[in-house]
């Protein structure tokens, strides 16, 4: 594969893109490692610097920089877009961007000062910047282009209120899933909601991560008059992933003034998580408690008919309709998440693109060959935990949060032990599938299961029927 596939890549985007756009969200990245993936498909891997830049890049461009990849490559191109790693960590490492109690624990490496997450990256080069609008609302993001279904029912119908009748009911309202389920499309989806309505509604979309930026920044600064102006005056504040506060007492401060205020004058209060907020760790019992005191809702992974109607939609989107029979194939053997599926998408559009031929199954079959081939020789982990989960009665989030309970830490180490057994995952690749946990952590559940089910009679016949049950 031609080392210059980038470069090449780059300058057919500039000529096709705003220029505005090209300089803000393709220039600045470094060169892809592109490489062979067993001949018939490329997989050409980027570092992003941060998570916000990262989901936006997919969000917008993905699908663009692998058409173009694959064209000039003269076969399909995978994007991979990974996490940049950040100082102190070793050049080159990068945190894969599997979710974000990954990026929270690259977060949480970082050195004192205790809420520096940032000492690298200039302020020009902040998504905040000048480039976005001021509320930095994804126009995309809309009620209209979110697939409605019953795992989003209740979340979508609280958001739907508070969009019409913002800070009456449900105030706060507080949105947790696992990941790429859909949580900051439907917060950017109330905001754009808000602003049809009322164009001069102040409405700022923030994802956690920047909200601990401009405290750090005005904290150096000494404008703490300006933040809280800032953040006061809103109508509407709508903050992504905030377990990324965890352990920074300052933002957790400063978050609970601006919380306050805001509650106060009636303005709406949206936060995401990936977790509800009693299972938020290192996060402040006066916060989690203000946060539960509202609506607190949950997004679920979607079921079988809702995959289907969200990838022909997706798919009708990109003017290449996929006919029902396809869809249904792939969101059988696609189930994580709606991410997984657009990936899914994104790479039977570019082989029918590239192959020029129509889609239908055996075309989806091979697009997806890499994926369908790990699926058919493994029992997914995701499918471990839900399983698990039921059988010990506890909630599927439990199995990535950080709580500690043994009612929950007990079901979690079974889990892990399974997902070693019977998948061909790593213990890395397994700890990052349960909330982005050490390997070392994985190690000792293996360990401690195995051994104990040697003595324990009880803890073997319950193993023994959720083996057959996966198996099943
Ligand atoms: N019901 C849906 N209909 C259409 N698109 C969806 C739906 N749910 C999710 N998506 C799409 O899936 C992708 C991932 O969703 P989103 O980024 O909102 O997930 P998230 O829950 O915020 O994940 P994370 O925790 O990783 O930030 C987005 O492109 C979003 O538009």
Redesign the pocket.
């Known amino acids: 594969m031609s080392a210059d596939l980038w470069q090449r890549g780059c300058e057919r985007l500039a000529a096709e893109l705003p220029e505005q756009q090209f300089n803000t969200w393709i220039r600045p990245l470094p060169a892809a490692d592109v490489t062979d993936e067993g001949g018939d498909m490329a997989v050409a891997s980027v570092q992003v610097p941060n998570r916000f830049k990262l989901?936006w890049i997919r969000?917008q461009y993905a699908g663009r920089i692998e058409a173009v990849l694959s064209e000039l490559a003269g076969k399909p191109v995978r994007l991979d877009l990974t996490l940049a790693a950040r100082e102190p960590q070793a050049a080159g490492t990068a945190v894969r961007a599997a979710?974000?109690r990954a990026f929270a624990q690259a977060l949480r490496q970082t050195p004192a000062p205790n809420e520096a997450p940032h000492p690298t990256r200039p302020a020009s080069e902040s998504p905040t910047s000048a480039h976005l609008p001021r509320h930095r609302l994804n126009p995309a993001?809309t009620f209209d282009?979110?697939?409605p279904?019953r795992a989003?029912q209740m979340a979508r119908t609280a958001a739907l209120h508070v969009a019409g009748a913002p800070g009456q009911m449900y105030n706060p309202l507080f949105i947790y899933?696992g990941?790429?389920?859909?949580?900051?499309?439907l917060v950017h989806a109330v905001g754009n909601a808000l602003l049809a309505d009322r164009a001069d509604a102040r409405v700022l979309y923030l994802h956690a991560e920047q909200f601990i930026t401009d405290v750090v920044k005005n904290y150096q600064r000494k404008t703490f008059d300006e933040l809280k102006a800032k953040y006061h005056s809103l109508d509407l504040l709508l903050i992504?992933?905030v377990q990324f506060f965890a352990g920074k007492e300052r933002t957790q401060e400063e978050f609970f003034n601006a919380f306050e205020a805001l509650l106060a004058k009636r303005a709406h209060i949206i936060m995401?998580s990936?977790t509800y907020p009693k299972g938020l760790v290192d996060i402040d019992e006066r916060l989690t408690s203000r946060f539960d005191a509202g609506l607190t809702v949950a997004?679920e992974p979607?079921e079988l008919e809702m995959r289907v109607a969200?990838l022909m939609?997706k798919a009708d989107l990109e003017g290449t309709p996929m006919p029902e029979d396809v869809a249904f194939f792939v969101a059988k053997n696609v189930r994580a998440n709606?991410?997984e599926l657009?990936g899914a998408l994104r790479k039977i559009l570019a082989y029918s693109r590239f192959s020029q031929k129509d889609i239908n199954i055996q075309l989806a079959r091979e697009a997806l060959k890499d994926l369908l081939s790990i699926q058919n020789r493994q029992i997914g982990v995701e499918n471990i935990q839900k399983t698990v989960a039921d059988f010990y009665k506890i909630k599927v989030a439990d199995m990535y949060s950080k709580k500690r309970p043994a009612s929950i830490a007990r079901p979690r180490q079974i889990a892990m032990y399974i997902a070693k057994e019977m998948t061909q995952k790593s213990l890395p690749e397994i700890g990052e599938l349960f909330g982005g946990r050490d390997h070392t952590t994985v190690l000792h559940a293996v360990r401690k299961i195995a051994a104990e089910r040697q003595k324990n009679t009880e803890l073997n016949q319950q193993l023994h029927v959720l083996e057959q049950t996966l198996k099943g």
Do not use: C, Q, Y
């Not at 990941?179 to 499309?185: A, E, R, Y």
């Open positions: 989901d969000n979710g974000p993001l282009t979110l697939v279904g989003n899933g990941v790429g389920l859909g949580k900051t499309h992504d992933d995401t990936d997004i979607p969200i939609r709606v991410r657009e």
